[in-house]
C-alpha cells in the first residue's frame, strides 16, 4: 500500500484522523515540490520533451487539488493551522 491511499474506516478516532490527513499532506507538497522542481530542469534543457512536461504539468495540477482538498479535511476536523 503506497503511503497516499490510507484506509477508509469509520470507527477511526479523531486525532489519528488528523495524524493521518497531515502525514498526507506532508506525501502531497513533496510530489507538488518534486514535480515542480523536475518541469523546471526539463524545461531548461534543449532536448526539451514537450509531451512528457505537459504530462508532469498535470499531475502537479491533480496533486495541488489533492492538497486543497486534504487541507479542507484539516480545517473541517478543526485544524487551527491548515489554514494561516
Known amino acids: 500500500m503506497r503511503s497516499f491511499d490510507?484506509?477508509?474506516?469509520?470507527g477511526q478516532s479523531q486525532p489519528a484522523s488528523d495524524t493521518a490527513l497531515r502525514m498526507r499532506h506532508?506525501?502531497?507538497?513533496?510530489?507538488?515540490h518534486?514535480?515542480?522542481?523536475?518541469?523546471?530542469?526539463?524545461?531548461?534543457s534543449a532536448a526539451c520533451d514537450e509531451l512528457l512536461v505537459a504530462r508532469l504539468?498535470?499531475?502537479?495540477?491533480?496533486?495541488?487539488?489533492?492538497i486543497i482538498r486534504v487541507e479542507r479535511g484539516l480545517h473541517v476536523t478543526g485544524d487551527s493551522t491548515a489554514y494561516p
Open 6 to 10: 490510507l484506509p477508509a474506516t469509520s
Open 26 to 32: 506532508v506525501d502531497l507538497i513533496e510530489q507538488h
Open 34 to 44: 518534486d514535480l515542480d522542481y523536475m518541469i523546471s530542469a526539463l524545461s531548461c
Open 57 to 66: 504539468k498535470k499531475r502537479k495540477l491533480r496533486i495541488k487539488d489533492e
